[in-house]
């Protein structure tokens, strides 16, 4: 079967909508480090440390021993980056008061984790015996992990499907609700699913499925 080489060029994205159209909103990029700018194809919440306006943040990769999986508490995450404002530097030029409309320089447009909206996703080719796409994968819930390796896409690397940390049921946090059959076999092919509920911030969660771990 073919081979998926997992690079920059991978990413995380919108697959479908129950409703056919993607829900897409714009959000303004919290002041950060520069290694830690938005880009397309990254994963986003909202940020926790700040409690004077709501800012988007890189979603925090933080969680398991491993230090490198998609941190599933809090219910902060807001969806996936679809699309940037290029040119921004995570600086505090253009930061505005939350009394004022955000500056277009920072802006990032995000397609939420409504419940409705299923995302693709590669699965991660580390390891010695790296998972493929199977149909038994669907209803199953994975953990996500950033790989700094795989490219320097913005300098944070790129989400992965995990391929291991299976083990640990608080480290999950994806539903994979279909295998396409394209991808069947494929080492480092896709698969769709949707983030756990209780993962997403109140502000976006239309719609199941409601998932407890």
């Known amino acids: 079967m073919p081979q998926v080489d997992g690079s920059s060029n991978t990413a995380i994205r919108p697959y479908r909508s129950a409703y056919g159209a993607i829900a897409i909103r714009e959000y303004e990029q919290s002041t950060c480090a520069s290694s830690k700018v938005i880009q397309i194809g990254d994963i986003v919440s909202v940020n926790t440390v700040v409690s004077t306006a709501f800012w988007a943040v890189l979603a925090p ?18 969806g996936v980056c679809v699309g940037v404002t290029y040119g921004y530097d995570g600086s505090t030029t253009g930061h505005l008061p939350s009394t004022v409309n955000a500056a277009q320089t920072r802006r990032v447009s995000v397609a939420i984790a409504d419940g409705l909206t299923e995302f693709a996703i590669n699965i991660s080719s ?5 998972m493929v796409p199977c149909s038994s994968m669907a209803q199953n819930i994975y953990p996500i992990e950033r790989h700094a390796s ?18 640990t049921a608080a480290d999950l946090s994806f539903v994979v609700t279909d295998v396409p059959s394209d991808q069947i076999g494929t080492t480092g092919g896709f698969v769709v699913g949707k983030f756990l509920s209780t993962m997403v911030h109140r502000s976006v969660r239309v719609g199941g499925p409601t998932v407890t771990i």
């Open 126 to 130: 580390v390891g010695a015996t790296p």
């Open 61 to 78: 990769s933080s969680q398991g021993a491993v230090g490198n999986l998609l941190e599933n508490g809090g219910g902060s995450l807001l």
């Open 150 to 167: 795989a490219g320097d896409r913005g300098g944070h690397g790129v989400w992965f499907l995990s391929s291991t940390n299976l083990s």
